[in-house]
């Protein structure tokens, strides 16, 4: 049974930083993707940013060059890393994987849409105060 849990959330002040973790088991990370997704309450969960089996990264252009996603295989563990962070980061932010492999045949569009991925953390909460 695959589990993912998130950790790492915070209340911040626009301009700072953190780093979200999600430990991953029953789920082997380095054989798959992962990826980032956030919502806040009344609008659609959005994907932020994906990682590729062998490392390669897509992101959603508003966290371009603020947001980025690793992974550590030995600890099967997935980062966000964030920085800048302005108030319209606040949201939940969900850890996702997924049955299938996504390479450079995927299109980014389609594994940054919520219904790409098969399984879920419950998420952690990120609060940015401008």
């Known amino acids: 049974q695959v589990h993912l849990v998130e950790s790492g959330g915070d209340s911040v002040q626009a301009g700072g930083h953190l780093t979200l973790s999600c430990v991953a088991s029953?789920?082997?990370?380095?054989?798959?993707?992962m990826a980032w997704f956030r919502q806040v309450p009344g609008k659609e969960r959005e994907g932020v940013a994906v990682i590729e089996r062998d490392g390669p990264t897509r992101y959603r252009t508003s966290v371009k060059g603020r947001f980025t996603i690793s992974k550590d295989n030995a600890k099967n563990t997935l980062y966000l890393q964030m920085n800048n962070l302005n108030p319209e980061d606040t949201a939940l932010y969900y850890c996702a994987a997924r049955n299938n492999p996504c390479d450079g045949r995927w299109p980014t569009q389609v594994l940054l849409a919520k219904g790409a991925w098969n399984y879920w953390g419950q998420g952690t909460q990120v609060t940015v105060s401008s």
């Open positions: 029953g789920y082997t990370i380095s054989n798959r993707c």
